[in-house]
């Protein structure tokens, strides 16, 4: 592509009227870069344009460069970082203006500063944000820390991109059709480009809130849950309000979020996110465009259907009509009034064909439009539903892949159980065969002494028949004995013992009866004792065996009682490691949350060093406020960590005290390094210092959380101790205001007033001085340029005199108006702020038309620069402005005083445009007569001069972009020195009214 054809695109599309960016002249642009493979030519034309001079440049500029960041060359990013501060600077300069695009512009510069650190920092993310899950998660590396940043980051981009869209829709008068005007459009085209990133960044950020959950407690993401409310809610009420707007409906499909958020603390909740999806037509060509065709368009569409109409109307009737209409005498003889009529008819039907063409046009338009919407639609549901279902896939495969994962476990538990349970029933079982054992073996034992004691009767039984046997034998001797006797006493007796001897036989008989019955007793006694003997050898075998097997389940049971001991050492031992480790994460936590802030604090203390500080001063106020919090953070923080030795599991609080401890104390440096800027010498160096202790001690602070101990090894006193010598500083840096005693003021309002009015008429006196010199000793063209530049100059002074009694008169009105019973030096002194505020504009006034005259002066003399007077006139412009301003705080909005002072100071501003467009042209009606002769000079020496042109223009390009460079610094200086002047309260982000009413003017 050609560079000049890409230059003529960027400053199509980059003016100042206030219309919506052409989307052919953007789409050049991007195209380039592709070409170009970077931005070169895009900032090489954008760093020529006036951008902090008018507030709708700078506003198509943002446009342009935000569709260059997402649709644009990777290159565009790299090509744009030396940019950066630039844009920082533009965007708190333009921040100063509260109407209009000012603000617009200082939150869109902020918003692009922050799109491109966000791609600087985060390289995987494309400029159209436009990313699958899986890579998504090689974004965070697999890390939770990275995906806790990335979700973090991810809320400061949304919140900028949400900050400018409710802006821009607080700009603008809803109660009109603003979306049909060309100023509404060229406020709100830039809002596709939010919409579009805004449903990235929501998707995103719900996708990692719920692999965030899966990961770290609760409790820890509850800052990151109640800031995901707050935007939810923000950006669900800016989609349906952009919906309903009739600009939008024909160029973006704007999705509806949700009626209630996703619900992180449930899991299966991912399930049920919709990403939400935005469709841009085919048809939507530009943001500019009308829902019809473009006029052009139609012209074109009308002409071509005409002359399609015309070649078909001669293929019928030929084409010789076009010398003489309608000429039919020659074919069919008819007279004039037949063919006049005839040519009527053929006019009536040629109309009703116009008319049946143009209602088939514009049906068919209308058609294509409703088929064009239809498919659009269509295109959208599809790609909803290609979103659904490869989000139902995805669900799918994470469900499929969780539900193996508890198939597993499953298993493995049921194996376990199985594995105890078995166990436990064997041991049962044992149990029971013990039990069935040891009855046994108690029966045995009892069956034992039965026998025993039944072997102790038989045993007593043979005893007592052994003595029967001892007895019958001593019987039986002592009957032999007896025998004997008798026997002996026979002789004397013998029939007495003869009837002796036989009853004594037969007494025989029955003994040797009762003797067999005995002896076949013992023997009877004797077979039953061995048998029982026998029975009991048996028995005591099979006790022997049963004692065995009694011994061998004793022993199995002793083993699974060890098994089982064994099991339940490994439980509490598994449960111990558990412990151990949920103790060590929460040890990492402590210590990477501690690295963190250590980091945070010495990259802190490092810009310190980093000249870039110096544009963007700080105020002592600002610093006492964050003292204030750190002081209350050190606190929280220290009771955080009593909690955490009580209680070690709930480590939440004192993370979240570590992190913003860290934030406040980088804060607090970064604004203590700010502030020396605008403090004197030694007070700079000792609050550089004290912040640099602070700093110190706050790592020695932060060293001892990581170690194991109690409360009193953490102490905080030599923090608190540099936190106290900050803020003694500090207060010494506070303004002081304007040395001027109060009762002074009503004078010195008075004074101010009639010393600028003199001065004005001195002015006035010297500028008819310098023209009568001027008639007196020039002619021709330079004593036309004076008389038109001191004659501007005099009409300048005039409008100044008649702005300066209308300030009079405005002020006299305000002060009868509102002292009341007091006098108006009381009401001057009761009301100082105003009161500085009207001195230092009158200073300025008086100030400003000397500096014009002597600027005059010397161009008159042909000693001094058209440009320093055209400057000038602006100076001047801007401090009857600032008098305005200042005069009209207090003044009553129907005043016809106040009518009197606006119309003195629209005279002002028609003067200044006079002063301005005299010199102009005075400059170039003496540029003209000292052109320069090259008819002499020969082709080296043209040569050689045409060298030292380029040399002097590359020359005069850089000198140019230095000097707008120390213009903006001396600008915010000038400023900021004003505001220390006048007393304004530093730190704050609205300007005092008179201050916006200058940066107005001189913009």
């Known amino acids: 592509m050609d560079v000049s054809k890409m230059t003529v695109s960027i400053n199509k599309a980059i003016n100042t009227q206030e219309v919506a960016v052409k989307e052919k002249h953007a789409r050049t642009c991007i195209l380039g870069t592709h070409h170009e493979k970077g931005a070169q030519t895009f900032w090489s034309v954008v760093n020529r344009l006036p951008l902090s001079s008018n507030a709708v440049l700078c506003w198509k500029f943002c446009h342009v460069f935000h569709k260059l960041l997402r649709d644009g060359h990777p290159n565009v990013l790299k090509d744009s970082l030396r940019y950066k501060n630039e844009l920082g600077d533009m965007s708190r300069m333009w921040g100063h203006l509260s109407e209009g695009y000012g603000q617009l512009c200082s939150i869109y510069l902020k918003l692009l500063r922050t799109k491109i650190e966000y791609h600087t920092k985060n390289p995987r993310f494309p400029g159209n944000l436009q990313m699958s899950d899986r890579q998504l998660d090689e974004a965070g590396e697999s890390d939770v820390n990275n995906f806790f940043q990335l ?64 990961c770290l407690p609760a409790d820890t993401l509850q800052g990151h849950r109640d800031r995901f409310m707050e935007q939810f809610t923000k950006l669900k009420d800016l989609f349906y309000r952009s919906s309903n707007l009739q600009y939008f409906k024909r160029l973006i499909q704007i999705p509806q979020l949700p009626e209630n958020p996703p619900n992180f603390l449930r899991a299966s909740a991912l399930s049920e996110h919709i990403s939400p999806v935005v469709v841009i037509p085919a048809e939507a060509s530009s943001p500019d465009s009308e829902p019809v065709l473009e006029k052009d368009d139609l012209m074109d569409l009308d002409a071509s259907q005409q002359n399609l109409f015309d070649n078909k109307f001669d293929d019928i009737f030929g084409s010789s009509f076009s010398s003489d209409p309608f000429n039919f005498n020659s074919q069919n003889g008819v007279n004039k009034d037949e063919k006049d009529h005839l040519i009527d008819q053929l006019y009536q039907e040629i109309s009703g064909l116009k008319a049946q063409l143009e209602n088939m046009k514009t049906e068919s338009q209308r058609a294509v439009l409703q088929l064009k919407g239809r498919i659009n639609e269509l295109e959208a549901e599809l790609a909803e539903q290609q979103h659904l279902r490869q989000q139902a896939a995805d669900d799918s495969e994470f469900l499929r892949a969780e539900l193996d994962e508890l198939k597993k476990k499953r298993e493995d538990t049921e194996k376990a159980q199985r594995s105890l349970t078995e166990i436990e029933r064997k041991a049962q079982a044992n149990e029971q065969r013990y039990s069935k054992l040891k009855e046994k073996y108690s029966e045995l034992v009892q069956n034992h002494a039965d026998l025993l004691r039944k072997n102790a009767e038989v045993t007593k039984q043979v005893s007592v028949a052994r003595q029967a046997q001892v007895d019958l034998e001593r019987e039986k001797k002592e009957l032999e004995d007896s025998f004997q006797r008798i026997s002996e006493q026979a002789q004397r007796k013998t029939q007495e013992q003869t009837e002796v001897l036989e009853n004594l036989k037969q007494e025989l008989a029955t003994s040797k009866q009762e003797l067999q019955i005995v002896q076949g007793s013992l023997e009877t006694c004797a077979q039953s004792k061995e048998k029982w003997v026998t029975q009991i050898a048996e028995l005591e075998k099979e006790r022997d065996s049963l004692v065995n097997a009694v011994a061998r389940r004793e022993e199995e049971f002793s083993t699974l009682q060890k098994q089982l001991e064994c099991t339940q050492l490994k439980l509490s031992s598994t449960q111990e490691s ?11 936590l402590l210590a990477e949350s501690r690295k963190a802030a250590e980091q945070v604090i010495q990259e802190a203390l490092g810009r310190l060093e980093e000249p870039s500080l110096v544009s963007c001063a700080g105020s002592a106020d600002h610093l006492l406020s964050t003292v204030k919090y750190v002081s209350s953070c050190i606190e929280q923080l220290e009771k955080c960590w009593s909690q955490y030795l009580a209680r070690p599991e709930d480590i939440s609080g004192l993370l979240h005290s570590v992190t913003l401890l860290a934030h406040l104390t980088s804060d607090t440096i970064v604004q203590g390094g700010t502030t020396c800027l605008r403090a004197p010498p030694e007070a700079a160096d000792a609050l550089t210092e004290a912040c640099k202790q602070y700093g110190k001690e706050t790592l020695v602070y932060l060293a001892f959380l990581e170690e194991e101990g109690t409360l009193e090894n953490v102490n905080s ?19 002081r205001g304007l040395d001027i005693k109060q009762e002074e003021l009503g004078d010195l309002v008075d004074k101010e007033l009639a010393a600028t009015s003199a001065a004005i008429e001195t002015a006035t006196a010297r500028i008819e ?140 501003n028609q003067a200044t445009a006079g002063v301005v467009a005299s010199t102009i042209s005075g400059k170039s009606q003496i540029e003209e007569t000292d052109n320069m002769d090259f008819s002499s000079m020969t082709l080296t020496q043209i040569k050689r001069q045409e060298m030292d042109s380029q040399v002097r223009v590359l020359e005069l390009e850089n000198e140019l972009q230095k000097e707008r460079q120390k213009l903006g610094e001396l600008r915010k200086k000038h400023y900021e020195l004003a505001g220390v002047a006048e007393g304004w309260k530093e730190g704050t982000e609205a300007s005092p009214p008179a201050l916006q009413e200058v940066v107005a003017e001189r913009e």
């Open 578 to 588: 558990m412990c151990q480790l949920a103790k060590d994460q929460r040890k990492m």
């Open 151 to 214: 979700t973090v980051e991810m809320f400061d981009y949304l919140e900028c991109e949400l900050n400018l869209f409710q802006t821009v829709f607080n700009s603008l008068d809803m109660s009109r059709s603003v979306s049909v005007t060309t100023a509404g459009q060229c406020r709100l085209a830039p809002l596709i480009q939010v919409i579009l990133d805004c449903s990235h960044l929501y998707d995103y950020t719900v996708k990692l809130l719920f692999k965030l959950h899966s």
């Open 717 to 735: 006193t030599a923090m608190k101790s540099c936190l106290s010598k900050i803020t003694a500083i500090g207060e010494e840096l506070l303004p």
């Open 769 to 908: 001085e310098m023209l009568s010199k001027s008639r007196a000793g020039d002619t021709g063209v330079k004593l036309e340029v004076n008389e038109r530049i001191l004659g501007s100059c005099t009409s300048l002074m005039q409008a100044i005199q008649v702005l300066v009694v209308a300030s009079k008169d405005l002020q006299r009105e305000i002060v009868e108006s509102g002292r009341g019973t007091a006098s108006p030096k009381e009401f001057y002194a009761k009301n100082s702020r105003w009161t500085e505020g009207l001195i230092s504009a009158s200073k300025a006034v008086g100030w400003g038309a000397t500096v014009m005259v002597d600027a005059a002066d010397l161009v008159v003399q042909g000693r001094g620069k058209f440009e320093e007077l055209m400057v000038c006139s602006h100076e001047i412009a801007a401090s009857t402005a600032q008098l305005v301003a200042a005069s009209k705080v207090k003044a009553d909005k129907d005043s016809p005083n106040l009518a009197q002072l606006q119309q003195a100071s629209r005279g002002v």
